[in-house]
């Protein structure tokens, strides 16, 4: 395939993109679409079937970065995944799926795995801060020499989910032995349907300022730009189009224009096509148009 010039001028901005042709087809399409940065999953996301990789799906891997220039990658884990999980089986699973995305993710040279923290299942946040943290522990006893970084998403706080305060994203990294193999992806949906206020430069400097005390910018890797479908505080998870939900377009410029998050790579998680219009592409060239000159 010819070689496609990165553009250095452009910012750190992708999607999340399919893996169905191909892991090395993700980033193909992503430089078609523009992008700097995307997102994958490395194996089907909906169940607990493991994918070995192969050398020819490596090497292609390697290929299209060097083609494309993309190197700001993040995998995101499968959902079924719970390290606070309370029944044995359904714990062990957990554990061992995230070990193999961290090893499957190392062999691709994937900087980032992103990780939802799991649910407490009526055990209590403390016990579920517990739980995770330890199982982090657990799994990275497993692989010392791991390169790849364990990114905690911040979470609506749906059901007993944990991770929809910072201060319990802190706690949970504050338990882990291995600090330098973790960090931090805050996703602008999650973050406002847990009760945090995004949508006036007040309300965003308060935020953000809030973040860096309590967990720290410095452990900041990855933010997920998705609006909502739900109001503030709902505690409910559903993206939605740039500009087109509760959140609005003015969070997502000051997210765009902050010289502090600008070397973090910024990962669009909305609804894909609909009605023959490519959402993708309208959703990144919104927030291309939102960046000062």
């Given at each position: 395939?010819?070689?496609?010039?990165?553009?250095?001028?452009?910012p750190l901005l992708g999607a999340h993109f399919s893996i169905a042709k191909g892991l090395h087809n993700a980033l193909y399409e992503a430089r078609a679409y523009g992008c700097t940065a995307l997102q994958?999953?490395?194996?089907?996301?909906?169940?607990?079937?493991?994918?070995?990789?192969?050398?020819?799906?490596?090497?292609?891997?390697?290929?299209?970065?060097?083609?494309?220039?993309?190197?700001?990658?993040?995998?995101?884990?499968?959902?079924?995944?719970?390290?606070?999980?309370?029944?044995?089986?359904?714990?062990?699973?957990?554990?061992?799926?995230?070990?193999?995305?961290?090893?499957?993710?190392?062999?691709?040279?994937?900087?980032?795995?992103?990780?939802?923290?799991?649910?407490?299942?009526?055990?209590?946040?403390?016990?579920?801060?517990?739980?995770?943290?330890?199982?982090?522990?657990?799994?990275?006893?497993?692989?010392?020499?791991?390169?790849?970084?364990?990114?905690?998403?911040?979470?609506?706080?749906?059901?007993?989910?944990?991770?929809?305060?910072?201060?319990?994203?802190?706690?949970?990294?504050?338990?882990?032995?291995?600090?330098?193999?973790?960090?931090?992806?805050?996703?602008?949906?999650?973050?406002?349907?847990?009760?945090?206020?995004?949508?006036?430069?007040?309300?965003?400097?308060?935020?953000?300022?809030?973040?860096?005390?309590?967990?720290?910018?410095?452990?900041?890797?990855?933010?997920?730009?998705?609006?909502?479908?739900?109001?503030?505080?709902?505690?409910?998870?559903?993206?939605?189009?740039?500009?087109?939900?509760?959140?609005?377009?003015?969070?997502?410029?000051?997210?765009?224009?902050?010289?502090?998050?600008?070397?973090?790579?910024?990962?669009?998680?909305?609804?894909?096509?609909?009605?023959?219009?490519?959402?993708?592409?309208?959703?990144?060239?919104?927030?291309?148009?939102?960046?000062?000159?």
């Amino acid at each position: 395939m010819k070689k496609i010039l990165p553009i250095k001028s452009l910012p750190l901005l992708g999607a999340h993109f399919s893996i169905a042709k191909g892991l090395h087809n993700a980033l193909y399409e992503a430089r078609a679409y523009g992008c700097t940065a995307l997102q994958i999953f490395t194996k089907n996301a909906q169940t607990w079937k493991e994918r070995s990789l192969k050398p020819d799906e490596i090497d292609q891997f390697e290929q299209a970065r060097a083609a494309t220039g993309i190197t700001a990658i993040a995998a995101h884990t499968s959902y079924l995944i719970n390290l606070a999980a309370v029944e044995k089986q359904k714990h062990t699973r957990s554990c061992r799926a995230l070990e193999q995305e961290l090893v499957r993710s190392a062999m691709l040279n994937i900087p980032f795995v992103v990780l939802h923290p799991g649910s407490h299942m009526d055990r209590g946040e403390d016990e579920g801060i517990r739980r995770i943290s330890e199982s982090i522990n657990q799994v990275f006893s497993q692989i010392p020499d791991l390169k790849t970084r364990l990114l905690l998403e911040t979470t609506a706080g749906q059901g007993s989910n944990v991770g929809h305060t910072f201060e319990q994203l802190a706690s949970i990294i504050d338990k882990v032995e291995k600090k330098d193999a973790v960090g931090f992806c805050l996703d602008t949906s999650h973050i406002f349907a847990a009760g945090y206020d995004i949508r006036t430069p007040s309300a965003y400097q308060k935020t953000i300022n809030v973040f860096d005390t309590i967990a720290g910018l410095e452990h900041l890797n990855l933010i997920h730009l998705n609006d909502s479908k739900k109001e503030l505080g709902s505690r409910v998870d559903r993206h939605e189009h740039i500009g087109q939900g509760c959140i609005g377009l003015k969070a997502f410029e000051l997210f765009m224009n902050d010289h502090r998050l600008q070397d973090i790579p910024k990962i669009l998680e909305t609804p894909k096509q609909h009605g023959g219009k490519d959402y993708d592409k309208v959703n990144l060239s919104t927030l291309r148009n939102l960046m000062a000159s």
